[in-house]
């Protein structure tokens, strides 16, 4: 009985869906799921927002920012919870114009389906994404899918938190990832490629606990070994402490690592 109830429910869902206009819209909603509502950038449905900061100005926590396919010339601050898509990674594109970092995270953001590429690099900090805590805020970004190219740096961890990038590319950054004072995040299943330094992190030794951020299972295009990948590093030795924000250190070299690397470069959808 549960079983035919389900059914019946399944097509009644089907069929109120189908007088809905625009109807690749409601498709791609179905792709993925979400307790919020949904708003599209690009494509040519009614009320399509034409950039994507507009729509997440207008979003909502739990809300699913859409983007269909182009080259959007944007630097995004995402400040709401939200799920921010793009309709496929070889497609959908986020340009910094080699200014500034090109998506700065400050909320629980997954992120996924865009090439993010040129940032700035005027500073040395610029990413093309960044994310950094805030005062009494604590919250999770996840990356999964996306082609993070040509960046200064490609994604830029700064004193947060449990942090997941899994399942990217890394091409032809000047750093693909740096970690400065992050802990526990995990950096999983991505390809590392023709990037100058893969991966870099940063913390202060007395002033932190040891990190335990898990580098596992990533493809990197110059380690061809069962042997765990080595990941250079800092630990800063603090001398003194002048004043908040004015730390004396001694750096020393340090070293962490991916225990599992992979022989092969994995497969992620819409990478051509």
């Not at 497609?91 to 389906?113: E, P, R």
């Not at 940063?202 to 493809?219: H, T």
């Not at 004043?243 to 497969?267: L, S």
Request: aromatic share 12%.
């Amino acid at each position: 009985m549960k079983r035919k109830c389900l059914a019946v429910g399944i097509i009644l869902l089907f069929v109120g869906t189908s007088i809905i206009p625009a109807i690749a819209q409601e498709t791609e909603k179905t792709l993925q799921t979400s307790r919020g509502e949904w708003l599209y950038v690009g494509g040519s449905g009614p009320g399509n927002y034409s950039r994507i900061q507009d729509a997440i100005n207008a979003s909502s926590d739990g809300d699913t920012v859409f983007v269909y396919a182009g080259t959007y010339f944007e630097h995004l601050q995402v400040f709401r919870s939200i799920f921010l898509r793009g309709q496929a990674m070889d497609k959908t594109t986020i340009d910094g114009q080699d200014t500034g970092t090109v998506v700065l995270i400050n909320a629980n953001v997954t992120i996924s389906g865009f090439t993010i590429q040129h940032s700035g690099c005027i500073y040395g900090y610029e990413a093309g994404i960044q994310t950094k805590s805030q005062p009494d805020m604590s919250y999770v970004m996840t990356a999964t899918g996306n082609r993070i190219q040509d960046n200064n740096i490609g994604v830029s961890i700064q004193k947060s938190e449990r942090h997941r990038i899994i399942g990217n590319t890394f091409m032809n950054n000047e750093k693909g990832i740096a970690l400065f004072l992050a802990q526990d995040c995990i950096i999983q299943n991505n390809n590392f490629i023709n990037n100058t330094i893969d991966g870099f992190f940063q913390y202060f030794f007395f002033l932190q606990k040891l990190p335990r951020n898990n580098w596992n299972g990533n493809y990197w295009n110059d380690w061809h070994s069962l042997l765990p990948k080595p990941i250079k590093g800092t630990k800063e030795w603090i001398l003194f402490v002048l004043r908040p924000g004015a730390v004396y250190t001694i750096p020393f070299k340090w070293v962490n690592f991916d225990w599992h690397p992979a022989q092969e470069p994995y497969d992620i959808p819409g990478m051509s």
